[in-house]
């Protein structure tokens, strides 16, 4: 069984670019999180899905952050304009339900020069 | 705030002891408990969880106890191997849907 599938693994852009991330959560998994990964803050949740809904978006730093889930296969995390500061590693994540193990995809490691 | 945070944050092993990683939480509300592993380049691995009905779970190879009383939990790994190097976390479920992560605990495993 797949599990959640990232892309693009890594991403390097100039500031100012937009930058798309995407993620495919496991088949079945109703619930979807973006989480955002530095050294000096750890794991942090930028936003909850739940069928295909924003439920919690307080974690998205910022207006030049948006996320959308058009379906339940597929989600995107956008920065515009990105900056230097926004280099990170970004995860998704699902879950059967809501409060069910939420298990990882492989990130994807933005770097904005 | 409440928190949840490791006591430690690297641990060095002999492969083939015993790894303990503890965790202390502050929430008692808290109900539900997650171990992650972490490898350099991957995104978080779920080990074991374990709610706050039950003192211990076992796994393969990995054991998580909970001591509700002084909100400890504890992760530990038989016969450590060397694969078994990684960053772990301990991640508490604060009703809901939302996971709040240790900083965690890097283990080296030595030969």
């Known amino acids: 069984d797949a599990g959640v599938i990232q892309s693009p693994r890594h991403e390097v852009t100039e500031m100012g670019q937009e930058v798309t991330l995407r993620c495919k959560p496991i088949?079945?998994?109703?619930?979807l999180f973006w989480y955002r990964q530095t050294m000096m803050r750890g794991l942090e949740l930028l936003i909850y899905?739940?069928?295909?809904?924003?439920?919690?978006d307080s974690g998205m730093p910022e207006d030049r952050f948006s996320a959308k889930m058009p379906n339940a296969s597929f989600s995107t995390l956008k920065i515009q304009p990105s900056e230097p500061r926004d280099s990170a590693v970004y995860f998704c994540?699902?879950?059967?339900?809501?409060?069910?193990?939420?298990?990882f995809g492989p990130g994807t490691r933005l770097t904005v020069l | 705030g409440e928190s949840v945070g490791l006591h430690l944050p690297t641990l060095s092993v002999q492969e083939g002891d015993n790894s303990i990683i503890n965790c202390a939480y502050s929430?008692?509300?808290?109900?539900?408990f997650i171990w992650y592993k972490q490898e350099s380049g991957k995104g978080p691995q779920f080990i074991i969880d374990?709610?706050?009905?039950?003192d211990k779970r076992q796994g393969q190879r990995v054991t998580v106890l909970l001591n509700k009383t002084v909100k400890h939990l504890s992760l530990q790994i038989a016969a450590t191997q060397p694969g078994d190097s990684a960053v772990y976390f301990c991640?508490?479920?604060?009703?809901?849907?939302?996971?709040?992560f240790g900083a965690g605990t890097t283990v080296t495993v030595r030969a």
């Open positions: 374990i709610r706050s009905n039950m």
């Open positions: 899905f739940n069928n295909n809904v924003p439920i919690d």
């Open positions: 929430n008692s509300a808290s109900d539900y």
């Open positions: 991640a508490e479920n604060l009703g809901d849907y939302k996971l709040s």
């Open positions: 994540a699902s879950s059967r339900g809501q409060g069910d193990t939420q298990y």
């Open positions: 088949s079945g998994h109703n619930s």
